[in-house]
């Protein structure tokens, strides 16, 4: 597992963990998914409460898998074990990779302008600079969008184990560059 990988999945616990009390919860995941969907209002109904569906999914993926004692949350340690786990995992982040970039593309044509990514990535907890640094690896066109493809394959790159001197890398603290 790469030192990289885990870095960026440390950024995403850090993110999730709404209330900062070092466990993921189901609450934790209906906060962000309500901030998600407050900055996506330009997306139909129906891409939003798909993204609601994923924010769900993920949870339940976890929870499911870590939650053996059945007390509703979820360490930092059982997060890594299980997100960097592609057997476990990598139909959640398919999902909600899906999700997440059909949000981006409210108009459907296949393509996310940046004030449309920056808000959404916003909306996460993410950083604007590097935000933008990662708008910017993907490599955006003249008028400044990215295919909405590339940011989907992006997501579940970020979850890769394997994966190194990836776009999501920029997200993590220090890499804006």
Request: glycine fraction near 8%.
């Amino acid at each position: 597992m790469r030192t990289e990988a885990i870095s960026r999945v440390r950024l995403v616990f850090t993110l999730f963990d709404a209330n900062g009390n070092g466990r993921l919860e189901a609450d934790d995941f209906d906060l962000m998914s309500s901030r998600v969907e407050e900055a996506a209002q330009a997306s139909d109904a129906s891409a939003r409460q798909a993204m609601r569906v994923a924010f769900r999914r993920y949870w339940s993926t976890l929870a499911t898998e870590l939650d053996t004692d059945g007390d509703g949350r979820v360490s930092y340690d059982e997060f890594v074990r299980c997100v960097l786990s592609p057997e476990r995992f990598d139909a959640t982040v398919a999902e909600f990779a899906e999700a997440l970039a059909a949000l981006g593309d409210p108009d459907g044509d296949g393509l996310v302008d940046r004030p449309t990514f920056v808000a959404l990535m916003l909306a996460i907890g993410f950083d604007r600079p590097n935000i933008d640094a990662l708008f910017d690896a993907f490599g955006p066109t003249d008028t400044d969008h990215i295919p909405a493809v590339t940011w989907r394959e992006g997501i579940k790159d970020y979850y890769a184990p394997e994966k190194a001197d990836i776009p999501g890398d920029r997200l993590v603290g220090g890499t804006a560059v």
